[in-house]
């Protein structure tokens, strides 16, 4: 009977200290440019009745590696008080010629483990050279994951962190301590963004919480919270008033909350053309740079195949009869 390796919570964190992930999804991002992968808009079921989302996420690859894959995943923003992981569910990559089961994935864990990579990609891509003091703007199960994505980025010397509610802020503190990292938490918000080259929000806010005003010249923004209509991050003179690079405009359109009920769109460039040589990143040391995220099927693909692939020569997961 043939045998699909799983790779839990545990295994995808351990694995993901030794794979690349950024080189992993910039490659992913320009084949997608080269329409040699690509995904559907995520789909979502969302009933009144209930406390969270269930979402579909669908993803093929095309060139040297042939794959498809899903990540059904549910989106439970109450989890956390219960000491549980926002997203539940499974990423399950498949054989992209005889769509056998190749193997299976932890979702939470990948997805902190992708949005955080696909922030320092953007950083580095799209950053003013010189860039050193890096801000992290909300708390919960991305903060981390992010913390140690950012801090791999050799030219960042300082990073902090800002959160709305104080006691979370004491909370956060002493958990970072205790993981050993030495990370300033912020009192004030405006002043923290002022001071930021690279400012990253991770938030849930329903309303804005960064505004033109506070953003230096030569800032880089990351726009990592809004996923769904209800989250809004940014401001819109935000939107209108900065070069926007997004990781798919289709995506970005239809679920991000700061573009729900526009009638006009502001010009996007897709972080995949700027690494494809297909587009400018950044214009000028003066430019302010926002990368608008919601996170894509392909770039999930990707580092599942990575994960996998890793898995195997290293043994790690479980075996499971299919």
């Not at 190749?102 to 902190?112: K, R, W, Y």
């Not at 923290?192 to 505004?211: E, K, L, R, W």
Request: charged share 20%; glycine share 10%; proline share 4%.
């Amino acid at each position: 009977m043939p045998t699909v390796r799983y790779l839990s919570r545990g295994d995808v964190l351990s694995l993901g200290r030794s794979l690349d992930v950024e080189i992993c999804l910039a490659r992913i991002l320009i084949e997608t440019e080269q329409k040699s992968a690509g995904q559907a808009v995520r789909m979502e079921l969302s009933p009144s009745t209930l406390p969270g989302v269930l979402a579909l996420m669908p993803a093929f690859r095309s060139g040297a590696s042939r794959s498809f894959a899903a990540k059904v995943v549910s989106v439970m923003p109450e989890n956390p008080k219960k000491g549980l992981s926002a997203h539940q569910g499974i990423g399950v990559l498949f054989d992209g010629d005889e769509g056998v089961v190749v193997g299976m994935v932890d979702a939470g864990a990948l997805t902190e483990l992708r949005t955080a990579g696909l922030t320092a990609l953007a950083s580095r891509t799209l950053a003013t050279p010189g860039a050193s003091r890096a801000l992290i703007v909300g708390g919960g199960h991305q903060l981390l994951p992010h913390i140690r994505a950012l801090s791999k980025i050799e030219w960042i010397s300082s990073l902090a962190v800002w959160v709305r509610r104080p006691d979370a802020a004491r909370q956060i503190e002493r958990e970072l301590h205790l993981a050993g990292l030495d990370i300033e938490i912020e009192p004030h918000i405006d002043s923290a963004v002022q001071a930021a080259d690279i400012v990253t929000t991770i938030t849930s806010a329903s309303q804005p919480v960064i505004h033109r005003e506070w953003l230096r010249p030569g800032t880089h923004l990351n726009a990592i919270g809004s996923s769904n209509h209800s989250v809004r991050e940014l401001d819109k003179s935000v939107v209108d008033g900065c070069d926007l690079f997004v990781d798919d405009e289709a995506s970005v359109k239809r679920l991000a909350g700061e573009f729900s009920g526009l009638a006009e769109y502001p010009a996007m460039t897709s972080l995949g053309s700027v690494l494809a040589g297909n587009a400018s990143g950044r214009r000028n040391a003066e430019s302010i740079t926002v990368f608008k995220s919601v996170g894509i099927a392909t770039q999930d693909l990707a580092l599942m195949d990575g994960l996998l692939s890793l898995a195997t020569v290293t043994d790690v997961g479980q075996l499971l009869e299919f």
